[in-house]
């Protein structure tokens, strides 16, 4: 069984944002050599979040609106974990968003659904974040 591991940097310049790493693990999945098996990709920090959906601006932006009425980052003061910091909106938005993706590989590509795609989510930026991709199989 092959074994591949690799580690992607984000540097959000905003406070939150979507970023398509779809090629990125693609791109991983070409170095890997694997053509049958599973990849996992999750996101290494607590407010960051990785998941599969749709490519589309209309619906990150409606994700963002939706994030913020379910965990508004306004008024701070609002969380009990914001003693000394402002971030415990985006600790919620990632649980909500999920850790990590798992993607089957068969015959050397990504086995989507027709609109899949993979998205880096980002809650807390403008410092740099890393990305977990951990593939294995033949
Ligand atoms: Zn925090």
Known sequence: MKSFRKELWFNVPARRGFVNITR????CLKESGVTEGLCLVNAMHITASVFINDDESG??????????KLAPHEPV????????ED???AHMKRQIMGREVVVAITEGRLDF???ERIF???FDGRRKKRVLVKIIGE
Do not use: M, Q
């Not at 990125?24 to 791109?27: F, M, P, Q, T, Y």
């Not at 619906?59 to 913020?68: A, M, R, S």
């Open 24 to 27: 990125d693990v693609e791109a």
């Open 59 to 68: 619906l990150h932006h409606d994700y963002e609106t939706w994030l913020e």
């Open 77 to 84: 003061s609002g969380y009990s974990h914001n003693v000394g």
């Open 87 to 89: 971030n415990a909106d």
């Open 113 to 115: 659904g027709t609109w």
């Open 120 to 122: 880096y989510g980002e």
